[in-house]
């Protein structure tokens, strides 16, 4: 049961960002991205991560994609503006990539043991006391990095107003 | 207190304190006090020298001086200085003909602007020849050499906005640059042979041991030879002589006739105890010159311009010149070298005098009369004439007799180079009468107003008449048993006497031959010019002759289809066609390929963002499976 | 609950397949945003791998390490539209082609 629905996520999120690639239109792409992680998301509950799935859909669907979608529609970006991509090209290569990756995952995870042990019911406690004992380090340099981002954000996108009028970028 | 050696120096630096005041301080407005700073300088060398003579004539031995200069590996060299008696005769004949030059160009440029750089390359000219003449290694006369050869080159080419005047003046440099080339070639044989070139040196080695190879000795004078025939007009280099006289007149004087070309007879009476020994060279040296003193007396019968005729009198006396050298007669080419410059520098500035006076006319055939127009002119110049003939008493007369007397005992074909020296001597009295005929003479016959010369002129004039006079007296020959002959005995330290030979005529009679030819040419010229039309009518059947030898035998188009043609085109080959393709194309050929390599590769410079993270993702790709390739997949 | 072997494999391929086209979309698209966006799949796909390795062998690294890969992507995606932004203010489009100007 649960073997058949990971393979229909996995396929529903394969599809989605298939989806995401070649799809002429920017929004379009942008909601098969939505979609891809909403099919992640599922695949995260089925490992039993399920504070992953949420932050999942929390993070990513909730914020990055609202923030590509918002800058799609300020752009007014127009459908067609490129040549789409020759499916034929991607497909082959796109099968080609994947067979060779894949081969090489395999190759690189032989060695890490398949143990298999049961869901830890309180997930979220484990990884908040990991997050403020022994990975604070990073964590901390993660908000300090996430502040620097919001500057640096401001810096590139601020237009300045000239006294005469008119902007400057 | 001044010692001898610093006056030796100051003798030598003064003109050149001289010259770089005229060079760097004078403004135009100055003209005429450039000058008199230039005679001033020149003067006080003068008196410098006058000082030297005195000295060493009180029985000081020579004075010497040196000063280190450079050392290259084995080769330790010094600036040394010598004054002995061959160099205080020189210096003397140097500065004060020289001062009296200076004098004399006072007037003579009175109308040029700015001539504070004429009198600048005159000291010039007077300090190189100052080192010419006291350097005691063959290497310092070099210097002075090419200094004077510069001099002369800057001087000739003074009026350098006529193109062919410039000309002129490179002719004369390039013509001197072959003969140089010969003379470091000797140089360097010499150095070879004996490991010294200084003069002291190399005479005491060949007086002390005697195992020099003689062909070597001979190839050695043959070079110096070479040079000295660059410097002292000889045939063949000797070309530039006549263009030279595009130069102010006074140039002419001081360096054409009186001191530059007489540098390749000093060098080689300076090396006299080399070319006593070398008995091939010698032959080649006394036939170079009696064909040279033929071949230029034969041109100047029928030169127009009265500086040519001067010119290629000087080559033909300088010939006479070294064909007593190459009869081993050194005090005779000495003498002779003396009173030369005496009476050819008074022929000049007469020239010049005459020039200025009828304000830039040269042509003989427009002159005349200027006897009762010029009579100070006219008077000085027919004592240099007279001496130029071999008048007794007159210095000419003197010094003549003794090289043709020394042509003729010698050596083994004495009796042909003394008759052919004999007839260039009387071509010598035909040609100068000729032209004392047709330019003072009978009636004017040009358009100017002549006048006489202002006295800064005149005086030179009159100071040279005086030496051109009296100077014989100072080297009568022994065989006259007049008077002792003072020059010989005081250049008797330095140059090797004559050796006495038996010979088939006396001196006596070869003098009353030679001065009897003289007047023979002087009576046929006088008779013939003084009315022009006569001349004309007379000599119509050597018209022909008169043809060759007024275009200088067509020797200048001939080295200029020989040498100097081919070598212009090989150069406009080598500038138009070897230059821009072959070695430029060699020198950009790695900047073309680094050029079309970087064209190529700039494809990978597209500036796409995608492009380059494709080739990132190819290379880390390869760089993975390398690493993964000892894996077992 | 334990975990059948296979879902570890239909884990990889998804996670490689994600990967790859996330990679080709990334180098073969010309409109910056869907570049962006496949930068994203790419990195789910990575996050997909942590997630998986790290359930499978009972150890908390990997999830911590998914929790800074999201910050960290979406620290990143919020910048580079602001820099698309300003590509846009400057040449009015934001087709990757016409960013050339490192050319040469």
């Given at each position: 049961?649960?073997?058949?629905l990971?393979i229909?996520?996995?396929?529903?999120?394969?599809?989605?960002?298939?989806?995401?690639?070649?799809?002429?239109?920017?929004?379009?792409?942008?909601?098969?991205?939505?979609?891809?992680?909403?099919?992640?998301?599922?695949?995260?509950?089925?490992?039993?991560?399920?504070?992953?799935?949420?932050?999942?859909?929390?993070?990513y669907?909730?914020?990055?994609?609202?923030l590509?979608?918002?800058?799609?529609?300020?752009?007014?970006?127009?459908?067609?503006?490129?040549?789409?991509?020759?499916?034929?090209?991607?497909?082959?290569?796109?099968?080609?990539v994947w067979?060779?990756?894949?081969?090489?995952?395999?190759?690189?995870?032989?060695?890490?043991?398949?143990?298999?042990?049961?869901?830890?019911?309180?997930?979220?406690?484990?990884?908040?006391?990991?997050?403020?004992?022994?990975?604070?380090?990073?964590?901390?340099?993660?908000s300090?990095f996430?502040?620097?981002?919001?500057?640096?954000?401001?810096?590139?996108?601020?237009t300045?107003?000239?006294?005469?009028?008119?902007?400057?970028? | 207190?001044?010692?001898?050696?610093?006056?030796?120096?100051?003798?030598?630096?003064?003109?050149?304190?001289?010259?770089?005041?005229?060079?760097?301080?004078f403004?135009?407005a100055?003209?005429?006090?450039?000058?008199?700073?230039?005679?001033?300088?020149?003067?006080s060398?003068?008196i410098?020298?006058?000082?030297?003579?005195?000295?060493?004539?009180?029985?000081?031995?020579?004075?010497?001086?040196?000063?280190?200069?450079?050392?290259?590996?084995?080769?330790?060299?010094?600036?040394?200085?010598?004054?002995?008696?061959?160099?205080?005769?020189?210096?003397?004949?140097?500065?004060g003909?020289?001062?009296?030059?200076?004098?004399?160009?006072?007037?003579?440029?009175?109308?040029?602007?700015?001539?504070?750089?004429?009198?600048?390359?005159?000291?010039?000219?007077?300090?190189?020849?100052?080192?010419?003449?006291?350097?005691?290694?063959?290497?310092?006369?070099?210097?002075?050499?090419?200094?004077?050869?510069?001099?002369?080159?800057l001087?000739?080419?003074?009026?350098?906005?006529?193109?062919?005047?410039?000309?002129?003046?490179?002719?004369?440099?390039?013509?001197?640059?072959?003969?140089?080339?010969?003379?470091l070639?000797?140089?360097?044989?010499?150095?070879?042979?004996?490991?010294?070139?200084?003069?002291?040196?190399?005479?005491?080695?060949?007086?002390?041991?005697?195992?020099?190879?003689?062909?070597?000795?001979?190839?050695?004078?043959?070079?110096?030879?070479?040079?000295?025939?660059?410097?002292?007009?000889?045939?063949?280099?000797?070309?530039?002589?006549?263009?030279?006289?595009?130069?102010?007149?006074?140039?002419?004087?001081?360096?054409?006739?009186?001191?530059?070309?007489?540098?390749?007879?000093?060098?080689?009476?300076?090396?006299?105890?080399?070319?006593?020994?070398?008995?091939?060279?010698?032959?080649?040296?006394?036939w170079?010159?009696?064909?040279?003193?033929?071949?230029?007396?034969?041109?100047?019968?029928s030169?127009?311009?009265?500086?040519k005729?001067?010119?290629?009198?000087?080559?033909?006396?300088?010939?006479?010149?070294?064909?007593?050298?190459g009869?081993?007669a050194?005090?005779?080419?000495?003498?002779?070298?003396?009173?030369?410059?005496?009476?050819?520098?008074?022929?000049?500035?007469?020239a010049?005098?005459?020039?200025?006076?009828?304000?830039?006319?040269?042509?003989i055939?427009?002159?005349?009369?200027?006897?009762?127009?010029?009579?100070?002119?006219?008077?000085?110049?027919?004592?240099?004439?007279?001496?130029i003939?071999?008048?007794?008493p007159?210095?000419?007369?003197?010094?003549?007799?003794?090289?043709?007397?020394?042509?003729?005992?010698?050596s083994?074909?004495?009796m042909?180079?003394w008759?052919?020296?004999?007839?260039?001597?009387?071509?010598?009295?035909?040609?100068?009468?000729?032209?004392?005929?047709?330019?003072?003479?009978g009636?004017?016959?040009?358009?100017?107003?002549?006048?006489?010369?202002?006295?800064?002129?005149?005086?030179?004039?009159?100071?040279?008449?005086?030496?051109?006079?009296?100077?014989?007296?100072?080297?009568?020959?022994?065989?006259?048993h007049?008077?002792?002959?003072?020059?010989e005995?005081?250049?008797?330290?330095?140059?090797?006497?004559?050796?006495?030979?038996?010979?088939?005529?006396?001196?006596?009679?070869?003098?009353?031959?030679?001065?009897?030819?003289?007047?023979?040419?002087?009576?046929?010229a006088?008779?013939?010019?003084?009315?022009?039309?006569?001349?004309e009518s007379?000599?119509r059947?050597?018209?022909?002759?008169?043809?060759?030898?007024?275009?200088?035998?067509?020797?200048?188009?001939?080295?200029?289809?020989?040498?100097?043609?081919?070598?212009?085109?090989i150069?406009?080959f080598l500038a138009?066609?070897?230059?821009?393709?072959?070695?430029d194309g060699?020198?950009?050929?790695?900047?073309?390929?680094?050029?079309?390599?970087?064209?190529?590769?700039?494809?990978?410079?597209?500036?796409l963002?995608?492009?380059?993270?494709?080739?990132?993702?190819?290379g880390?790709?390869?760089?993975?499976?390398?690493?993964?390739?000892?894996?077992?997949? | 609950?334990?975990?059948?072997l296979?879902?570890?494999?239909?884990?990889?391929?998804?996670?490689?397949?994600?990967?790859?086209?996330?990679?080709?979309?990334?180098?073969?698209?010309?409109?910056?945003?869907?570049?962006?966006?496949?930068?994203?799949l790419?990195?789910?796909?990575?996050n997909?791998?942590?997630?998986?390795?790290?359930?499978?062998?009972?150890?908390?690294?990997?999830?911590?390490?998914?929790?800074?890969?999201?910050?960290?992507?979406?620290?990143?995606?919020?910048?580079?539209?602001?820099?698309?932004?300003n590509?846009?203010?400057?040449?009015?489009?934001?087709?990757?082609?016409?960013?050339?100007?490192?050319?040469?």
């Amino acid at each position: 049961m649960r073997e058949g629905l990971f393979i229909a996520f996995s396929l529903f999120t394969i599809a989605a960002a298939s989806g995401v690639v070649l799809s002429r239109n920017p929004v379009y792409s942008a909601f098969s991205l939505i979609l891809s992680f909403f099919g992640l998301s599922g695949l995260y509950l089925l490992w039993g991560t399920t504070f992953m799935a949420m932050i999942q859909i929390l993070i990513y669907t909730g914020a990055i994609v609202v923030l590509f979608v918002f800058v799609v529609m300020l752009l007014n970006l127009q459908v067609n503006k490129e040549s789409s991509p020759n499916f034929l090209i991607v497909g082959i290569s796109g099968a080609a990539v994947w067979f060779f990756s894949l081969i090489i995952l395999r190759v690189l995870t032989q060695a890490i043991p398949n143990t298999l042990p049961a869901i830890p019911t309180d997930q979220i406690r484990t990884i908040s006391k990991l997050l403020f004992t022994r990975y604070l380090w990073p964590f901390e340099v993660l908000s300090l990095f996430l502040l620097v981002m919001i500057i640096a954000i401001f810096a590139i996108t601020r237009t300045q107003e000239i006294p005469h009028g008119g902007e400057k970028q | 207190m001044l010692s001898a050696p610093h006056i030796l120096i100051a003798m030598i630096l003064l003109p050149l304190l001289g010259s770089i005041l005229n060079g760097l301080i004078f403004r135009p407005a100055f003209a005429k006090r450039a000058g008199v700073i230039a005679t001033f300088f020149a003067a006080s060398s003068f008196i410098c020298a006058a000082l030297l003579f005195l000295n060493l004539h009180n029985g000081a031995p020579s004075i010497s001086w040196a000063m280190d200069w450079f050392d290259v590996g084995d080769f330790h060299q010094k600036w040394g200085l010598k004054f002995d008696s061959l160099t205080a005769v020189m210096a003397l004949v140097v500065t004060g003909i020289g001062s009296l030059i200076h004098l004399y160009s006072i007037g003579y440029m009175s109308e040029e602007t700015g001539p504070s750089r004429y009198f600048a390359y005159l000291n010039l000219f007077l300090f190189n020849m100052l080192v010419l003449i006291t350097s005691d290694n063959l290497l310092g006369l070099f210097v002075g050499w090419e200094g004077v050869g510069l001099c002369s080159y800057l001087l000739i080419g003074y009026w350098y906005e006529d193109l062919d005047k410039a000309k002129a003046g490179m002719k004369a440099f390039l013509v001197n640059r072959i003969g140089d080339a010969g003379f470091l070639i000797g140089i360097f044989y010499c150095y070879t042979i004996f490991h010294t070139i200084r003069f002291d040196e190399i005479a005491k080695l060949l007086s002390t041991s005697s195992q020099f190879d003689l062909h070597l000795l001979n190839i050695t004078a043959f070079f110096l030879f070479v040079g000295a025939t660059g410097k002292s007009a000889q045939i063949p280099l000797y070309v530039w002589l006549p263009d030279a006289m595009a130069g102010p007149t006074p140039v002419s004087a001081l360096i054409h006739a009186a001191t530059m070309v007489t540098a390749g007879v000093y060098l080689i009476c300076r090396m006299n105890f080399l070319y006593m020994l070398t008995a091939d060279t010698n032959a080649i040296i006394a036939w170079v010159g009696v064909a040279t003193a033929l071949f230029a007396a034969l041109i100047a019968t029928s030169q127009k311009d009265i500086k040519k005729v001067l010119a290629y009198s000087t080559v033909s006396q300088l010939g006479l010149m070294f064909l007593a050298v190459g009869c081993r007669a050194y005090f005779a080419a000495v003498f002779h070298l003396m009173t030369h410059a005496f009476f050819k520098a008074l022929l000049f500035l007469g020239a010049g005098s005459v020039i200025h006076g009828l304000h830039g006319e040269q042509n003989i055939v427009h002159m005349g009369g200027l006897r009762k127009k010029m009579p100070g002119t006219f008077l000085t110049c027919l004592i240099a004439t007279a001496a130029i003939c071999g008048i007794p008493p007159l210095s000419g007369f003197f010094s003549k007799d003794t090289i043709l007397f020394s042509a003729l005992a010698g050596s083994n074909q004495g009796m042909t180079l003394w008759i052919l020296g004999l007839v260039a001597s009387t071509l010598t009295a035909f040609y100068m009468t000729r032209m004392f005929v047709l330019v003072f003479l009978g009636e004017y016959r040009g358009e100017a107003h002549p006048h006489e010369s202002p006295w800064v002129m005149l005086l030179p004039l009159l100071i040279l008449a005086l030496g051109s006079a009296f100077t014989g007296f100072l080297g009568v020959p022994h065989g006259l048993h007049i008077i002792p002959n003072y020059l010989e005995h005081y250049l008797s330290s330095v140059l090797i006497e004559f050796p006495e030979q038996a010979t088939s005529v006396s001196e006596h009679s070869a003098m009353f031959i030679a001065t009897g030819l003289a007047v023979a040419g002087i009576s046929v010229a006088g008779f013939f010019y003084s009315k022009l039309s006569r001349a004309e009518s007379a000599l119509r059947g050597l018209r022909p002759l008169q043809f060759i030898f007024a275009n200088k035998f067509w020797i200048d188009e001939l080295y200029y289809l020989l040498l100097v043609g081919p070598f212009k085109r090989i150069s406009a080959f080598l500038a138009v066609v070897i230059d821009p393709k072959v070695v430029d194309g060699l020198a950009l050929f790695p900047a073309r390929v680094s050029s079309g390599v970087s064209i190529v590769l700039n494809v990978l410079q597209s500036g796409l963002v995608q492009f380059y993270l494709t080739i990132l993702l190819l290379g880390g790709l390869w760089v993975l499976w390398h690493s993964m390739k000892g894996w077992v997949i | 609950m334990k975990f059948p072997l296979s879902i570890t494999y239909w884990s990889h391929f998804v996670s490689v397949a994600m990967f790859s086209l996330g990679l080709l979309g990334f180098l073969l698209r010309k409109n910056t945003i869907v570049v962006l966006m496949c930068i994203e799949l790419m990195l789910n796909a990575v996050n997909l791998l942590l997630i998986e390795t790290s359930m499978r062998t009972n150890t908390p690294e990997g999830i911590i390490m998914v929790v800074f890969v999201v910050t960290v992507a979406a620290a990143e995606v919020a910048v580079g539209l602001g820099i698309v932004l300003n590509l846009y203010r400057m040449k009015g489009t934001v087709n990757l082609d016409h960013f050339k100007s490192l050319r040469g």
